[in-house]
């Protein structure tokens, strides 16, 4: 019996259901990606390819309670988002709990400088930070609303940093890296998207609680109201790289929520015009970098990618944490990168406004590891066969480089003497990174690809390394 179409509702269903699921987003694929037009857009995103690691930041009064971010607001997505807190039996106490969070939140532990010198300890080419969440709370001094880290409500207001984008931005600039201004386009905090006595059913979901179609006067405040809020970050708070923005749900086509986005790209490109987009999971000429959300993607793609994946179990701060450890993280920068894309490795800041030890701790660690052996990641692209048999490879065209790169999956394993590496075209020379390259290593090639002979100095250890990094010239 052939299956009945969907009506309308249930397509509806459906769609929320491939978008978000239990926080984690879906991505766009790469044949739904638009190549922008505009030749320096092109040459800013190559520029975006070579960065390969950014440093992934949610913070806000959330932290507090080491939750997840914003989530538990939605009733839609309360199953999963109100672990550990005895939300379920008064949805409404919730949000009002929720939606005072700011009263409490102060963190004058918070230096910017700190963080900022870290992350380039880290070999972090760029941050992507949180400057306001689904809950609507602005992490900057913006004037479009009250509920924002300088409000009068909130404790911190007074302080040097008060101002924590500005105070961010600056400091991690000042140390070279790149910035990306993370901003969720829904906000279900202002009476313009979620508005008072105007509830869909008994239930919020993560749209809006009227129809935009029914009522565009309040809509088109909400269009302003966005507007306003971004041009404020891109105008007022110096040079943006990219414009990340998350709540993929609003967009047009779903549920009328067209907020014009384009109009707004375009005008702050009048500014800054190295400017990139990344409106994740729609699609379309502002989806210029595609973001798979805590996985990496099966295969190599060609497009601007950046896979968003946490340090520990979650995007905000979780009291207890567990990290990865550098091997891990190693391995999946390598992975990432063999595949074409980058790493954007989330860190979530306590509530005091210090970064967690375990934390510290894995971002010196991989800094360590990229400090000796970051050629074979920054600036590279995908070579064949991309990453098997535990190998990464990754290439340099313009030098006829090509680094493989074995990833030892734990500190007992044996190095052998001499190591198979599945790379067929013809070679002229291989050295083996490390603190002291050695170079010239004695190789022969047949039809299983190149056999290199390791000296001894190598072999001889107690301990597997992270990773062994060949550097290969091509004939």
């Known amino acids: 019996m052939s299956e009945q179409p969907m009506n309308e509702q249930e397509r509806e269903m459906m769609e929320k259901l491939m978008e978000v699921q239990g926080g984690v987003h879906n991505y766009s694929s790469e044949e739904s990606w638009v190549k922008p037009e505009d030749p320096y857009i092109l040459e800013r995103l190559e520029w975006f390819k070579d960065q390969k690691l950014g440093l992934m930041m949610h913070w806000g009064p959330y932290s507090q309670l080491g939750v997840v971010e914003s989530w538990a607001l939605s009733d839609d997505d309360g199953d999963w988002s109100r672990d550990g807190i005895d939300w379920q039996s008064d949805k409404e106490e919730l949000k009002r709990e929720y939606f005072d969070l700011n009263k409490t939140f102060n963190p004058i532990r918070f230096q910017p400088e700190v ?22 709370f602005c992490m ?25 984008v500005g105070n961010v931005f600056n400091a991690f600039r000042e140390k070279g890296l790149a910035i990306s201004a993370y901003f969720s386009k829904a906000d279900w905090h202002t009476p313009y998207y979620w508005a008072d006595g105007m509830e869909l059913g008994q239930d919020s979901w993560r749209g809006p609680t009227y129809d935009p179609a029914e009522y565009p006067w309040l809509w088109e405040k909400f269009v302003e109201f966005t507007h306003d809020q971004i041009l404020e970050l891109l105008t007022k708070y110096g040079r943006i790289d990219v414009l990340w923005l998350d709540a993929g749900w609003v967009r047009p086509g779903k549920g009328n929520q067209d907020i014009r986005l384009g109009e707004v790209v375009e005008k702050a490109r009048e500014q800054q015009p190295w400017l990139l987009s990344a409106d994740r999971t729609v699609g379309g000429a502002y989806e210029n970098i595609v973001t798979p959300e805590q996985t990496v993607p099966e295969h190599a793609m060609s497009i601007p990618w950046e896979s968003c994946v946490t340090m520990g179990t979650s995007f905000s701060f979780r009291y207890e944490d567990k990290y990865k450890s550098v091997r891990e993280l190693v391995h999946m920068l390598m992975e990432i990168v063999a595949k074409g894309g980058n790493l954007a490795l989330n860190v ?22 990229l400090n000796i052996y970051g050629e074979a990641v920054y600036g590279t692209r995908s070579v064949a066969p991309v990453y098997t048999q535990g190998w990464a490879f990754t290439g340099k065209a313009a030098q006829k480089t090509v680094y493989a790169t074995y990833l030892y999956t734990n500190a007992a394993m044996v190095i052998p003497s001499t190591m198979s590496i599945p790379y067929m075209e013809q ?25 290199v002979t390791l000296p001894e100095s190598i072999t001889d250890v107690t301990t597997a390394p992270i990773a062994h990094v060949f550097r290969i010239l091509q004939s």
């Open 115 to 136: 963080w900022a010198e870290l992350a380039a300890e880290g070999g972090f080419k760029y941050l992507n930070f949180t400057t306001k969440h689904h809950d609507g």
């Open 140 to 164: 900057w001094d913006t004037h479009t609303t009250d509920y924002r880290i300088t409000g009068k409500d909130t404790p911190f207001h007074q302080h040097k940093y008060a101002d924590i």
């Open 348 to 369: 979530g800041p306590q509530p005091d406004g210090r970064l967690p030890e375990g934390a510290i701790e894995r971002i010196k660690g991989l800094g360590a590891w």
């Open 427 to 451: 070679i002229d020379n291989i050295d083996l990174l490390g603190e002291e390259v050695i170079e010239g290593l004695d190789f022969e090639q047949n039809e299983e690809g190149i056999i």
